[in-house]
């Protein structure tokens, strides 16, 4: 059993897309253990994508991830972080396979409705980012 670590991003959320969208997750046989609304500061949002910091899409992306409300999750399941990948699909909506969210909801590479962690660490980074212990069943 894995867990990992999803964002329903601004764009999804605004146009009321939670339950479809978790509904997706639930029928893969991701359990949501964890979850809550958040609208993030730019000093979160920063500190999330640090990573990207310097690319070309980064100051638009934090200014994106700032709009407006999020929803973060935790899901728990078998093979969880791959799960979670495959419903999501490819980053670029064009490249998303057919009955993905993002192929579905997406409208660019950025406004791209959904974020999952993309291994173990960064699943465990990102999981302790916006969650205590006792916040997770
Ligand atoms: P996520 O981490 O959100 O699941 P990912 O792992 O598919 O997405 P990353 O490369 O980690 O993608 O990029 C993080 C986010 O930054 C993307 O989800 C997207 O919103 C944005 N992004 C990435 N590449 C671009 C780009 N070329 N142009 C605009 N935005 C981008």
Do not use: W
Not at 4 to 14: E, L, Q, R
Not at 40 to 57: C, D, I, N, T, V
Not at 81 to 103: F, M, N, W
Not at 111 to 116: F, I, R, Y
């Amino acid at each position: 059993i894995e867990r990992t670590f999803s964002i329903i991003k601004p764009d999804a959320v605004g146009r009321n897309l939670v339950g479809d969208i978790y509904h997706r997750f639930e029928n893969a046989g991701l359990q949501i253990i964890a979850a809550k609304m958040l609208h993030l500061s730019r000093e979160q949002a920063e500190g999330f994508y640090a990573e990207h910091q310097g690319k070309p899409f980064y100051d638009p992306l934090i200014k994106f991830m700032t709009s407006g409300p999020i929803m973060v999750q935790v899901l728990e399941g078998e093979d969880a972080i791959r799960r979670h990948r495959e419903v999501i699909g490819a980053t670029d909506p064009l490249k998303a396979q057919a009955g993905t969210i993002r192929a579905d909801y997406a409208s660019s590479v950025q406004q791209n409705a959904v974020h999952g962690s993309d291994s173990t660490t960064s699943a465990e980074r990102e999981i302790a980012y916006f969650f205590t212990g006792e916040e997770i069943c």
